[in-house]
């Protein structure tokens, strides 16, 4: 007979626990006859004792399973279902780039993406700025959009990794969110759910990364890594630069700006195209459409040279409710901010550091994020022509523009975003885009 207390029980003593075990307790955290304090209590025993990497495996299939899980058999895709996934960061604006551009090399991407919550935005509340999209796409719609786009990128529905939403809720309010083991279960739940060939997992480091540290970034790469490929996923972990904003942009309709200029070429971040780049590439590899990183950097600059990446963005966005003419007029459908204009900084100088977190919650500050899950979003806010590390600033030149909704926003937003700037009379040296790639 299960008891869920001899589970918790067992785990508390650091013992290690069968698969078996895992997957009746997660069984009745989905149909709830293990109670809320007994989550809470497996949270606990959980964040204290660890699990090694089976255990990992066994809790990320047991949530993986707790609901649907896809399958593309009876879609007959020719080619491989592909997803990447970012632990979130400020300017991360990868998902609208890079799920198109792997479509138009050949591979399927059915990526299920999140909302935005304190300093970090949410691939969603960007496209909901689009007017018409839905993220809250049937199964039959998303099924639909992938196999003849290649892409559709929507919101989580109830019946996807079901347990993995009551855990985390629990972990929330019981101080167990820090938990690699849980972390890594919680990420790959979700995803692997989506029914993927291979997976690329971004994990951010630096001062708006979502893990502390640079070593606890290396451990949940490690970490998703080994689960995931023992889960059946080919996955591999890029470490990136998460010390200044990604992009040039940061807010919601102002990031889905940027990436319709990067897809159109009009314009392209250089950090940002690195990044998009360097995940893009080690996504074709593992899906088996390149031999090589360099042969699938040529395919992808082929992809948004010709146009064929962003027609894809346009195809997706109509598919899944926009304006069929988005790419052609997107800054006539994004809504636009009543107040833009330029930042500046005292002095002069060049700009050594930047508290990336604080950039991002000038933004929530201004409407264009959540401080809690229930908050609206102003999907106009937010800020532009960022500047980036080693920049050098002068009375004349801004570090950015803020877009605002209202003078006393645009002020508290600029003191804000001043105070996370810092200024030295030496150019520092450049940092990486990409620290480390871990595969299995």
């Known amino acids: 007979m299960f008891l869920p207390q001899e589970v918790i029980r067992s785990k508390r003593e650091g013992d290690v626990l069968k698969s078996d075990a895992i997957r009746e307790f997660i069984l009745g955290v989905t149909d709830n006859s293990v109670s ?230 009009e314009y392209r971040n250089q950090r940002l195209h690195e990044i998009t780049l360097s995940q ?5 590899v593992s899906g088996g459409l390149a031999e090589s990183t360099g042969q699938a950097r040529e395919q992808l600059m082929q992809a948004l040279d010709s146009g064929k990446a962003a027609d894809i963005f346009g195809k997706m966005v109509h598919s899944l409710g926009g304006p069929s003419d988005f790419l052609e007029k997107y800054d006539d459908y994004l809504p636009k901010a009543s107040i833009i204009k330029p930042v500046y900084m005292e002095g002069e100088g060049y700009i050594s550091a930047m508290n990336t977190r604080e950039v991002g919650l000038a933004v929530v500050q201004m409407g264009g994020g959540r401080k809690v899950a229930s908050d609206s979003i102003d999907y106009a806010v937010g800020i532009t022509d960022i500047c980036r590390l080693g920049d050098k600033l002068s009375a004349k030149q801004p570090i950015a523009l803020l877009h605002a909704n209202d003078e006393e926003s645009w002020h508290t937003a600029a003191d804000r975003l001043r105070q996370a700037i810092s200024c030295s009379d030496s150019k520092p040296e450049d940092s990486p885009c990409v620290y480390q790639v871990i595969a299995s």
């Open 280 to 284: 893009a590439s080690e996504l074709l």
């Open 36 to 265: 809320e304090g007994q989550v809470a209590a497996f949270a606990m025993a959980t964040y204290f004792q660890g699990m090694n990497i089976e255990e990992r495996i066994a809790l990320t299939c047991a949530m993986r399973d707790s609901g649907d899980v896809l399958n593309w058999a009876a879609d007959h895709l020719n080619g491989p279902v592909l997803d990447k996934h970012s632990t979130g960061g400020v300017g991360d604006v990868v998902s609208l780039m890079l799920g198109p551009m792997i479509a138009a090399c050949g591979g399927y991407v059915p990526m299920i993406s999140g909302r935005g919550l304190g300093h970090t935005g949410g691939t969603l509340d960007k496209l909901d700025s689009i007017p018409g999209y839905t993220t809250n796409a049937s199964e039959t719609l998303f099924r639909k959009v992938v196999k003849e786009t290649g892409v559709a990128i929507i919101g989580q529905t109830g019946e996807l990794a079901p347990a993995d939403k009551r855990i985390y809720g629990i972990r929330d309010v019981t101080a167990t969110v820090e938990s690699v083991d849980m972390i890594t279960a919680s990420i790959l739940a979700k995803k692997l759910a989506e029914g993927l060939d291979a997976l690329v997992m971004d994990i951010k480091v630096g001062s708006g990364a979502f893990m502390p540290t640079y070593e606890k970034s290396v451990e949940l790469a490690e970490s998703i890594v080994r689960v995931a490929n023992g889960a059946g996923v080919k996955t591999t972990a890029l470490l990136t630069d998460m010390n200044q904003c990604l992009a040039s942009s940061a807010g919601n309709a102002v990031e889905v700006r940027e990436a319709v200029r990067y897809l159109t070429g």
